[in-house]
């Protein structure tokens, strides 16, 4: 089998197996933490079929792979057999602040990728067949397509647990116990009806809030209960460990989570959204200009993750969101600049090459676009760069929104059905054609593409 094959070669080019210290993946990307980033044979890598691209970035190397990052995945964790856990070994190197925040981030949206973006696919042709009147919110089959797309970010912190759990190396099943504790009822209710601002516990306070679809107070509280647990097990007589290591770390980490970890999580999740807003507040127009011109160098960087709990946050707190549009802009102008390169190209191969990265970027995977495309031409780059900014800063000025998650693609049209839809379809024009116009002025045709 090719995968194989190549996985084979992936290891070997990392420095071997004893130098993969934790290997993960996102929507496109093999990620890895190594001991020694100098063992890499970078050009080795890039030369391997089905690679698209590598880079190290922050302390975090990155295998771009495409939509069949899956199967290279589950061949690495065979190969291997890791199983995506961490190797005990000591590393020389000690990662900075930035590089591991970055580590978690991906670390824990990668594998629950799959559930939020089928759900958000779901959401959005929902609310287009609400809005175009097919069918009514009573209707049985909406409430049932309602139950399946609303499930996955209504028992979020569910899901954020089980990754979050395998990231920081403790017990999925007391992580999800974490979970439990915030989305029960009697917080979760008394927090919708408002009427009670925080309970005790033996004394002290705990704030009533709704934490259904919170993300970082449970990346928090996951984290807290992974050094609790270590605690608790280190000091524990073997004989009683079976019973009482669990019940004691229950017993301290979700009072903690629902005193400490949690609220914390949520103010910081919730200033974080404050931050996007006050900037939007300010002048749209900034906003569009940093955000949208500011995706396509995250994507390169790996780091488009990094807003996804602010996304999220939106979403809980409004029921809206403002950067999802943006990220849509930017895919459209990926694959506007990549399109232009098309009437670049000197070869049939080429032709093929990029007119199948065109349209994987319209259907919201980019990089076989960026890293296949976009990335060997800067003047191609800037101008998907330049694309993005004008239509997200449209998207601002119009007070363009989206009301429920969903993949930045062009089947994703659908979910702006209702206001926003004249908006849509413009800002599609814009972005389109600004990258690909500005790429096929600028680019010539005698370029390397």
Request: some cysteine.
């Amino acid at each position: 089998m090719k995968d194989k094959e190549s996985v084979k070669k992936i290891i070997e080019y990392v420095g071997g197996q004893k130098n993969i210290k934790k290997a993960w993946h996102c929507m496109t990307r093999l990620r890895f933490d190594l001991y020694d980033n100098s063992l890499i044979a970078h050009e080795n890598v890039k030369r391997l079929s089905g690679v698209i691209g590598e880079q190290l970035q922050n302390d975090q190397y990155q295998i771009i792979v495409g939509t069949n990052v899956q199967q290279y995945h589950s061949a690495l964790m065979e190969e291997i057999g890791m199983e995506g856990e961490e190797v005990k070994k000591e590393s020389s190197k000690k990662k900075g602040l930035f590089s591991r925040l970055l580590d978690v981030v991906s670390g824990v949206f990668g594998p629950i990728v799959p559930a939020i973006a089928g759900a958000g696919m779901l959401k959005g042709l929902l609310a287009g067949l609400i809005a175009l009147n097919l069918l009514s919110k009573d209707n049985e089959t909406i409430i049932i397509l309602d139950l399946i797309s609303s499930g996955v970010f209504y028992f979020l912190p569910f899901f954020l647990a089980a990754s979050a759990a395998k990231i920081f190396k403790t017990n999925q099943y007391l992580a999800l116990a974490i979970a439990a504790g915030f989305m029960y009822p009697s917080l979760i209710d008394a927090a919708k009806l408002g009427e009670v601002s925080q309970f005790h516990f033996i004394g002290l306070p705990i704030p009533v809030i709704n934490y259904s679809g919170a993300v970082i107070p449970v990346i928090l509280s996951v984290w807290a209960l992974s050094y609790i647990h270590r605690w608790i097990d280190k000091y524990m007589p073997n004989i009683l460990k079976t019973v009482f290591t669990p019940t004691l770390t229950l017993f301290l980490a979700i009072p903690f989570a629902l005193i400490v970890s949690g609220p914390l999580g949520s103010y910081v999740g919730k200033g974080l959204a404050y931050i996007i807003e006050r900037l939007f507040d300010i002048s749209p127009i900034l906003a569009g200009v940093v955000m949208g011109g500011a995706r396509p160098i995250e994507v390169v960087f790996g780091m488009h993750h990094a807003l996804t709990p602010i996304v999220l946050q939106n979403f809980a707190d409004k029921g809206y969101d403002m950067l999802m549009p943006m990220m849509f802009m930017t895919n459209m102008a990926i694959a506007g600049a990549t399109f232009a390169m098309f009437f670049k190209a000197n070869s049939k191969t080429e032709k093929s090459i990029i007119l199948s990265a065109t349209i994987s970027a319209l259907l919201g995977i980019t990089e076989p676009a960026i890293f296949g495309v976009l990335i060997k031409n800067r003047k191609a780059f800037i101008a998907c760069s330049i694309g993005s900014a004008v239509a997200s800063t449209f998207f601002a000025a119009m007070g363009v929104r989206i009301y429920g998650y969903i993949l930045s693609s062009i089947v994703s049209l659908v979910a702006y059905v209702g206001p926003y839809f004249p908006y849509a379809l413009m800002g599609i024009v814009i972005a389109i054609g600004t990258s690909f116009g500005i790429s096929f002025v600028t680019v010539k045709k005698t370029q390397s593409i």
